[in-house]
């Protein structure tokens, strides 16, 4: 993993969204962003704020049952692929299901449990880290890829 940069603490699921939707505007296109965080750390929440602030309409559910969501974008003229990859056990799993057919440029990428295939990712990666549980603070940890540098820099 790498290092991480820059910490936020967030104490409200509100927040958590808040925080996914800021990145989500800055976004466009091409990035492949990893959410690591225990079950319930609010990985899915900052994915919804994320697809938010991407300009999707549609309700964002949990991929944990498809894996893969695809959401439409129209603002922006991308989609945005939600990945869930709890339920997988082996990198080839992955491949089957064509993770890597949507690192693309049209597409931003999001994967909750993305340790299982951090060796098929390009290197030039967002990685998010959520910490905590229940009612308590997150502490959101960003180590920056170089492709939303921008939005560290604001
Ligand atoms: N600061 C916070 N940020 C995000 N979620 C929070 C926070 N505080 C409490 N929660 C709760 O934690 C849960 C996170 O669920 P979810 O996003 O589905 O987790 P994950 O996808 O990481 O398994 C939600 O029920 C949410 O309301
Ligand atoms: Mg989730």
């Known amino acids: 993993m790498e290092h991480f940069q820059s910490t936020i603490v967030s104490t409200s699921p509100q927040e958590t ?66 990945i869930d990859l709890y339920r997988l056990a082996y990198p080839e799993e992955a491949e089957i299901i064509g993770v890597r057919d949507y690192f693309r440029d049209d597409c931003v990428c999001l994967l909750e449990w993305p340790e299982i295939i951090e060796d098929l990712l390009p290197p030039d990666h967002l990685q998010i880290k959520i910490e905590g549980s229940g009612d308590s603070p997150r502490v959101i940890s960003f180590a920056p890829a170089s492709r939303v540098q921008h939005f560290f820099e604001q």
């Open 17 to 82: 969204f808040d925080l996914g939707k800021k990145l989500g505007q800055t976004l466009r296109g091409g990035e492949i962003i990893c959410l690591y965080g225990d079950l319930g750390a609010g990985k899915t929440v900052f994915a919804k704020g994320l697809g938010k602030g991407l300009g999707v309409e549609a309700e964002i559910t949990s991929p944990t049952f498809t894996l893969i969501q695809e959401y439409e974008c129209s603002t922006k003229g991308l989609q945005f692929i939600h």
